[in-house]
């Protein structure tokens, strides 16, 4: 099932599809790591849902509600 990264649940894991965006964001998101094909594990989540912490690339990363919902992934069947 496809999904943004912001829709996504704690514990939850999918492969990024798409990064869509423009300009400084989609480089900042790319520069971080987060490309097609790259595996990310939600952790947990602010009281607010701002920001996200999740595992990308064997690391932790915080990541905004906004930069997060311009991440498509495919989350993993469980």
Not at 16 to 42: N, W, Y
């Amino acid at each position: 099932m496809r999904k943004c990264l912001n829709m996504f649940t704690p514990g939850e894991t999918g492969r990024v599809v798409r990064v869509s965006g423009k300009g400084l964001i989609r480089q900042r998101l790319f520069d971080m790591g987060i490309t097609p094909g790259a595996e990310i594990t939600m952790r947990k989540a602010a009281p607010l849902g701002d920001p996200m912490e999740v595992t990308i690339r064997g690391y932790e990363l915080s990541v905004r509600k906004a930069e997060a919902e311009a991440i498509l992934m495919e989350a993993a069947e469980q």
